[in-house]
């Protein structure tokens, strides 16, 4: 069984679109986070929900909104998406906020035309 | 602001050496440190995690020092094998007391049979 799975693997779509990222686990982690690896795989958190709560919430535009319906998902919505949102993102969890370690997905790979 | 940085960004070697690779960090005051491997086209995989209180973690071929008052950690990896290839990425705190990781772009392993 996968602990963390994202999907889709893949999104290719055009400027101006608006999509989504779903993540899910199964690890019965109290925390979620969202990262943003760039094309120099640079790796950098973009939000963290502990408890369905927002706790982390790093400068990243607007038009990225976390969504966590339950503990054990937590969604991303972008909207009006732009080509320097291309790269890799990926969904991980722990146990809490303090007591790593993290899991990760597999990353979903967007490319924006 | 904390800052990460790992040393060297690659490295090859032949099967059967014994590595060490480099993580330093700017601001001393963290919790705990995180060591991860990234394979190509996947997400990250925790290998060792060393609380504050703690000098140094040990997993089979694997041992992470940390010395918070240099603000070093170094992974060793012994007897390394072709498998071990990966990128090798080390994540702390972003400052004394935050929750949200910083991670440091990696050292970026080959080991040829």
């Known amino acids: 069984d996968t602990a963390v799975s994202q999907t889709p693997k893949y999104l290719v779509t055009q400027m101006g679109n608006d999509k989504s990222i779903k993540c899910e686990q199964n690890l019965g982690h109290d925390t979620m986070y969202w990262y943003k690896q760039d094309s120099k795989k640079f790796l950098k958190i973009m939000f963290s929900y502990n408890n369905k709560e927002l706790i982390i919430n790093e400068t990243v535009p607007n038009r990225f909104s976390p969504k966590s319906p339950d503990k054990a998902h937590l969604n991303l919505h972008i909207n009006s998406l732009e080509l320097g949102d291309s790269a890799v993102y990926f969904c991980?969890?722990?146990?809490?906020?303090?007591?790593?370690?993290?899991?990760f997905g597999d990353g979903t790979r967007l490319s924006i035309l | 602001k904390q800052e990460v940085t790992q040393i060297p960004a690659a490295l090859s070697v032949p099967e059967g050496e014994n590595l060490v690779l480099n993580c330093s960090f700017t601001d001393s005051a963290i919790y705990n440190l995180q060591w991860f491997r990234q394979d190509p086209g996947k997400g990250l995989t925790s290998l060792l995690l060393?609380?504050?209180?703690?000098r140094e973690q040990t997993s089979g071929r694997l041992n992470a020092s940390l010395d918070k008052s240099s603000g070093r950690s170094t992974l060793y990896i012994a007897a390394s094998q072709p498998g071990d290839s990966a990128t090798y990425l080390c994540?702390?705190?972003?400052?004394?007391?935050?929750?949200?990781?910083?991670f440091g772009r990696g050292t970026s392993l080959i080991v040829h049979p």
């Open positions: 991980a969890s722990s146990q809490d906020l303090q007591n790593q370690p993290q899991h």
């Open positions: 994540a702390v705190p972003s400052s004394g007391g935050s929750y949200i990781p910083t």
């Open positions: 060393i609380q504050s209180s703690q």
